[in-house]
């Protein structure tokens, strides 16, 4: 039973204009949420993350809108650039529950093209 | 500046073979974990650890064990390789921050083929 899903397996987008990844979760104890950025043959790399206490979160391009009511999270990077084509992870945590141990539930990923 | 660092970087193994996959961090974190990725797939926690000393098992941990006996290092290893052990395997590893989450750093896997 997959807890957090990424139903979009791609998405291309033309450079400049906005790109969107979405996630759904399903476990309402989820209190923290991430995303990770992977190229091929390297490791994730952290982007950006939102606490459930807050409703957006912005790093330079990137913003990070959580809807807690719908389980819903989504990634919006703008202006897209041909290097943000990546592999975009989804990941959600029980960070405040007392769990000690921060581990991460993942999506399956949503590849992203930018097209120049 | 190393961060987290795996090896191997590749390795192919015959069915019933055993090996460590090692995994190094410098940045003094106390949380070290190993993941699995599989085609199509997310990453999955195999094991964990809080600290020297400590292990804890994740969502897929059979086939699968660990140790932490410096901080530093946290290493996997496979017993009896099994063909269904074919994946890319992820260490990462993340501070305990008391009043805010530290998200988790990774390595660049080590790619794993069990003939």
């Known amino acids: 039973d997959q807890q957090v899903k990424q139903n979009s397996p791609s998405l291309s987008v033309q450079e400049g204009r906005i790109s969107i990844l979405n996630c759904d979760y399903t476990?309402?104890?989820?209190?923290?949420f991430l995303w990770y950025k992977k190229y091929p043959a390297e490791g994730p790399t952290f982007l950006i993350s939102?606490?459930?206490?807050?409703d957006k979160n912005e790093d330079g391009r990137f913003t990070v809108f959580l809807n807690k009511s719908a389980k819903h999270l989504s990634l919006h990077i703008v202006p897209s650039q041909p290097g943000d084509s990546a592999v975009y992870f989804c990941?959600?945590?029980?960070?405040?529950?007392?769990?000690?141990?921060?581990?991460?539930?993942f999506g399956k990923g949503t590849k992203l093209s930018v097209i120049p | 500046n190393a961060g987290v660092t795996q090896t191997p970087k590749f390795r192919v193994l015959k069915t019933g073979q055993s090996m460590t996959l090692l995994c190094a961090q410098d940045m003094n974190h106390e949380y070290m974990y190993w993941y699995r990725q599989d085609p199509g797939m997310g990453l999955r926690l195999i094991h964990y650890s809080v600290g020297e000393g400590t292990t804890a098992k994740g969502e897929v941990p059979d086939g699968y064990n660990v140790s932490r006996l410096k901080k530093q290092n946290f290493l996997l290893g496979l017993e009896s390789a099994a063909p269904s052990q074919t994946s890319v395997y992820f260490c990462?590893?993340?501070?305990?921050?008391?009043?805010?989450?530290?998200?988790?750093?990774f390595g660049d896997g080590t790619r794993l083929s069990i003939l």
């Open positions: 939102i606490s459930s206490i807050k």
């Open positions: 476990n309402s104890m989820f209190d923290y």
């Open positions: 990462a590893s993340s501070s305990a921050g008391l009043l805010s989450f530290r998200p988790q750093h």
């Open positions: 990941a959600a945590s029980f960070a405040y529950s007392g769990a000690g141990s921060y581990q991460l539930t």
